[in-house]
């Protein structure tokens, strides 16, 4: 009995470590994400999405453990529904999800190592997450999460000043333009009928180029700041 028992742990073993790895690259990400308490920080947000008009938008981020986050702006500012905070959020809810290695690959000169989430419940929003990650300085450079509301969303990361702590300086935000919602407000031309404009097929994706400037992290944020 002892030996099958072995044999079976043996066979086990190559479907069990990816696994293992996979949620020890991860754990190593959350303890970094989770020594941020809160931080705010100065966003210019520019939007090149089909046939949605929008000039650059200025706006205040502010995020605060474990999901409070807002955006305030004298201007109507785009982003997805699954924004890049989203995602801190989900890989916290450990028992939610299952991790999987995928690999290795070189993102950003970096050999990146490449993770799988998968959702535990099948009545889950997200159907399935790709991280590229940085696991010498334990930071996302790029993800790529599929929804059932809001299908793909890839977010690209470049990291400057905060990349000890794992602050982005700049993201890139590519969405699916068929299931992106255009809040409303923001001017749109889908009826657009020149030739020109007929000739040109409508793109599939939009992207949201996002600037972060003068962090303040760890100082604390009232919690009106997320109710007002």
């Given amino acids: 009995m002892k030996f099958a028992f072995r044999i079976l742990l043996l066979l086990l073993l190559p479907t069990l470590s990816p696994a293992q790895d996979a949620m020890q690259t991860i754990n190593e990400l959350t303890a970094k994400m ?3 308490n809160d931080y705010s920080v100065n966003a210019v ?11 650059p938008v200025k706006a205040t981020i502010y995020f605060k453990q474990k999901d409070k986050f807002r955006i305030k702006s004298k201007s109507i500012a785009i982003l997805p529904k699954q924004g890049f905070t989203d995602l801190s959020t989900l890989l916290n809810k450990k028992g939610s999800y299952t991790a999987v290695a995928n690999g290795s690959e070189m993102y ?8 799988i989430i998968l959702p535990v419940s099948d009545t889950s929003d997200l159907t399935m997450a790709r991280l590229w990650i940085d696991t010498e300085n334990d930071i996302i450079l790029k993800s790529q999460i599929t929804t059932r509301s809001s299908g793909t969303i890839m977010i690209e990361y470049t990291y400057g000043a905060q990349k000890q702590i794992g602050l982005p300086d700049n993201v890139v935000i590519t969405v699916d333009v068929k ?5 409303k407000g ?14 040109k097929p409508p793109g599939k994706t939009g992207k949201v180029f996002i600037k972060f400037t003068d ?7 009232s919690d009106d700041i997320f109710t007002k």
């Fill in 34 to 36: 989770n020594l941020i």
């Fill in 45 to 55: 947000i520019r939007s090149d999405i089909p046939f949605i008009k929008i000039l």
């Fill in 108 to 115: 950003s000169n970096t050999n990146a190592a490449m993770v």
């Fill in 179 to 183: 299931k992106f919602k255009i809040p």
């Fill in 186 to 199: 923001v001017a749109t031309d889908i009826n657009r009928n020149s030739e020109t404009d007929e000739k």
């Fill in 215 to 221: 962090y303040v992290i760890n100082k604390g944020i």
